[in-house]
C-alpha cells in the first residue's frame, strides 16, 4: 500500500463515524482546524505530511486504547509511515544542529584569527 493512494477523504469519514467525534474535536486532536478536516473529508484537499503524521499518530494511539479497529495491513501500514516520518525528522534536526555547529566554530575562528 502506498501513502498517496490512501482514499484519505473516506478514511477521515469512517474513523471519525467509528469513534464518534466531530469533525471539530478530530481537528483538535490533530492540530489543524475544522474547515481543514472538513475539506478532505470533502475531497477537496489533501492533509499535509505533517498532518498525515499527525492522523497516523492518532489512529494508532486509538487503536492501542481499543477505541479504534483497523484492519491489520493498514495498522501495520500506519506504524511503518509514523517510524519513517521521526526518523526524517530527526535526521533533519541532527542536520540542522550540525550546521548550526558549523557555523559556531566558524565564527569563534574568525574571532580568534580576525
Do not use: H
Not at 7 to 16: A, C, E, H, S, V
Not at 49 to 74: H, N, S, W, Y
Not at 91 to 105: A, P, T
Request: proline share 3%.
Amino acid at each position: 500500500m502506498r501513502y498517496d493512494k490512501i482514499n484519505y477523504p473516506q478514511i477521515i469519514k469512517d474513523l471519525r463515524e467509528q469513534l464518534g467525534l466531530s469533525q471539530e474535536y478530530l481537528a483538535r486532536e490533530l492540530g489543524v482546524s475544522f474547515a481543514t478536516v472538513n475539506r478532505w473529508e470533502n475531497g477537496q484537499a489533501k492533509p499535509s505530511k505533517l498532518a498525515k503524521v499527525q492522523f497516523d499518530k492518532f489512529c494508532i494511539k486509538m487503536t492501542d486504547q481499543g477505541r479504534l479497529t483497523l484492519p491489520e495491513d493498514i495498522l501495520n501500514f500506519l506504524y511503518i509511515c509514523s517510524k519513517q516520518q521521526e526518523g526524517a525528522m530527526n535526521n533533519f534536526s541532527e542536520k540542522v544542529s550540525f550546521i548550526w555547529i558549523e557555523s559556531e566554530i566558524a565564527d569563534m575562528l574568525a574571532e580568534v584569527t580576525g
